[in-house]
């Protein structure tokens, strides 16, 4: 089936459908990452969003079981791709990427020309844009809205360590990618999952530190959020946060976020560290950063591309927080130390 991608600057391009034949419309951004889109489509930062993956040939290995993915389901609105394969080959493949969309009623387009849409998107900043058939519908903003919201659990869950006197950690799901828990966990914490708008100082819950995770959206929605993050910094209890977690920690703080002309997402961005010269790469998915860091903290690191903001780290108190994702899936495990410093931290 024919479809067209039709931005809101006018630009429009046929293209052949191998997904689902829905509609759908939400802010068209990239990906340059050459590896990892079953983590990626599954990754809830990309809520919203209909991502162009710039490496040429998508689906060639498959779609993996569930277990192995970061969410539940496919995140995207649209998946735009130059050279869809749908003869997968790879001994852990469940079904094809086409299978999985159709499944999901989500739309899956191959455009060859990614490259021109790519280079169009840079000059221009992320756009608004819709997949169409047959019938036209309106453009969507998802940063108008609290997207969180829609994307954290419900409920409180509980993975326990299963270590005596085990370090109680609570994950404020704004949006958590599993590769989170998974490393905590791995590392023999008890993981305490709780709602984006939830208390944990309301009533009995006994924990020892704080991570608030990934996300999608404008973190200037997530007032529940970090209002908790308040109260936290206030009670000292050691903080981490990643991703959207670091710029709701950073607004927490007294200082501020804007929105990146076409943000970050791939799985080689380079980010220096502050006061030890090194270069970790690392994977990045968001479209917002820190752009006034706030008062007792100080820049952690900052990325090689354009000087951007990556992390803050309280000059004294144990508050920390990371623009990047050190949990991987997709991507280098190069930052992957972080959760280890951060449980040391939680330890003092």
Known sequence: MIAKLILEDGFEIAAESFGSDTPMSGEVVFSTGMMGYPESLTDPSYKGQILILTYPLVGNYGVPRKELWESEHIQVSGLIVSNYIDTPSHFKSQQTLASWFTKENIPLLEIKDTRLLTQHIRE??????????????????????????????????VLESGKKNALRIVLIDCGAKRNIQRALHERGATVITVPWDYDVFAGKLEFDGLLVSNGPGDPKFVQQTIETLQKSMKQKVPTLGICLGHQLLTLAAGGDTKKLKYGHRSQNQPCVMSDFPRCYITTQNHGFAVSKVPADFKPWFTNANDQTNEGIIHKKLPFMSVQFHPEATPGPTDAEWIFDYFLKRVKK
């Open 124 to 157: 221009k900043g992320s756009l608004l844009g819709k997949i169409t058939f047959d019938k036209d519908i309106p453009f969507y903003d998802p940063n108008k809205e609290n997207l969180v919201a829609q994307v954290s659990t419900k409920k409180v869950q």
